[in-house]
T-cell receptor, first 112, second 114 residues
């Protein structure tokens, strides 16, 4: 079955710098890759997603890139701000929401 | 639109008691998913339900755990004879369709077993 690995588990960056979180997946049939952000004690919320028919997607300071050949996708956050501090989860699925396989999460710490 | 509503937000139970967690999906959503999250860990899928049907319960322990989503009313995750290892945050999510797309999560129910 599908397996999703996420690295690093903790990432500390200076405010204003960029942050990159990487995920690899095992099932080449996976075609949907969302990223969720979970602030401390809060609900996970979708911040960006990408489907396998595109290689990159951007939304303001956030971007996701997908390399289908290598089976990995990455979240890029530029000009980091204190409110970016949270745990970020990647996931992968073939066709359905309930088949989403989740990464273990990355705790992003923005240092002032 | 009130979003996904979960209650209670916090629940304390003694070992051996029952815990009932409720989830009202977003208006218009008929697909409900339950996840468990241990401290400092990721989301573990438990069960996927549509109205009156359990579609996939492959992530739910076969003993002591059950889920339902009746025709009327919220979805309920029931844990019987709780043990300390059941202490976790339980998140419910809903979606309009089962195809891949945004999952809308509730604020979670935090169960503590003494």
């Amino acid at each position: 079955g599908e397996n999703v690995e996420q690295h690093p588990s903790t990432l500390s960056v200076q405010e204003g710098d960029s942050a990159v979180i990487k995920c690899t997946y095992s099932d080449s049939a996976s075609n949907y890759f969302p990223w969720y952000k979970q602030e401390l004690g809060k609900r996970p919320q979708l911040i960006i997603d990408i489907r396998s028919n595109v290689g990159e997607k951007k939304d303001q300071r956030i971007a996701v890139t997908l390399n289908k050949t290598a089976k990995h996708f990455s979240l890029h956050i530029t000009e980091t701000q204190p409110e970016d501090s949270a745990v970020y989860f990647c996931a992968a699925s073939m066709w359905s929401n309930y088949q989403l396989i989740w990464g273990a999460g990355t705790k992003l710490i923005i240092k002032p | 639109n009130a979003g996904v509503m979960q209650n209670p937000r916090h629940l304390v139970r003694r070992r051996g008691q029952e815990a009932r967690l409720r989830c009202s999906p977003m208006k218009g959503h008929s697909h409900v998913y339950w996840y468990r999250q241990l401290p400092e860990e990721g989301l573990k899928f438990m069960v996927y339900l549509q109205k009156e049907n359990i579609i996939d319960e492959s992530g739910m322990p076969k003993e002591r755990f059950s889920a339902e989503f009746p025709k009327e009313g919220p979805s309920i995750l029931r844990i019987q004879q709780v043990v300390r290892g059941d202490s976790a945050a339980y998140f419910c999510a809903s979606s309009q369709a089962v195809d891949t797309g945004e999952l809308f999560f509730g604020e979670g129910s935090r169960l503590t077993v003494l």
